[in-house]
């Protein structure tokens, strides 16, 4: 199958389990979105999380008195939009394509049914979110500094 095949080649299933690709590319669909489009809206509920094949996606928060704001750019590999398989209810960012995207779309609710019938299928899905979400707010943590330092050399 083309998809397993696929899968094996993006950092997020790297070294999963032939089993385990079988069973995302059970509960996923390969969706094509052209350049400007969105995944998915802040605030907005969503069934889905992604893993991009292929393009880039900015992720982007809404800052009370200013426009948009990007806070980084997610690519081949990278998994984005988690909260609904952590349960977290609407999306806490907005995910924009700045170049036509293939992607790999998730969806939570049967992930987690998958995991009742076999929890080491979902811990190692949630190891491999857990360990995603921490690069992205590392990065987060790093844009934020980056920002504070422009903002004190503008300032003096």
């Known amino acids: ?25 059970s509960v996923g669909e390969l969706k094509e979105y052209p350049p400007g489009a969105y995944f998915f809206r802040e605030g907005q509920r969503s069934e889905y999380v992604y ?10 928060v809404t800052v009370p008195g200013r426009e948009t ?5 997610a690519g081949r590999g990278d998994l984005v939009g988690w909260s609904p398989v952590l349960g977290l209810g609407p999306m806490t960012a907005s995910a924009r394509t700045l170049t036509r995207c293939r992607v790999l779309a998730l ?13 080491r299928f979902l811990v190692e899905f949630m190891r491999r979110t857990a360990v995603a979400l921490a690069g992205r707010l590392n990065a987060t943590r790093l ?8 903002d004190a050399q503008a300032v003096s």
């Open 69 to 73: 704001t990007p806070l980084q750019v």
């Open 1 to 25: 199958m083309v998809l397993l095949d696929k899968l094996d080649q993006l950092h997020f299933c790297k070294g999963m389990p032939a089993e385990y690709l079988r069973k995302l590319a």
């Open 51 to 60: 893993v991009v094949i292929e393009g880039q996606v900015a992720l982007e």
């Open 107 to 119: 969806h939570a609710p049967r992930i987690v049914a998958l995991g009742e019938d076999d929890p």
């Open 143 to 150: 844009e934020l500094l980056a920002v504070s330092r422009d």
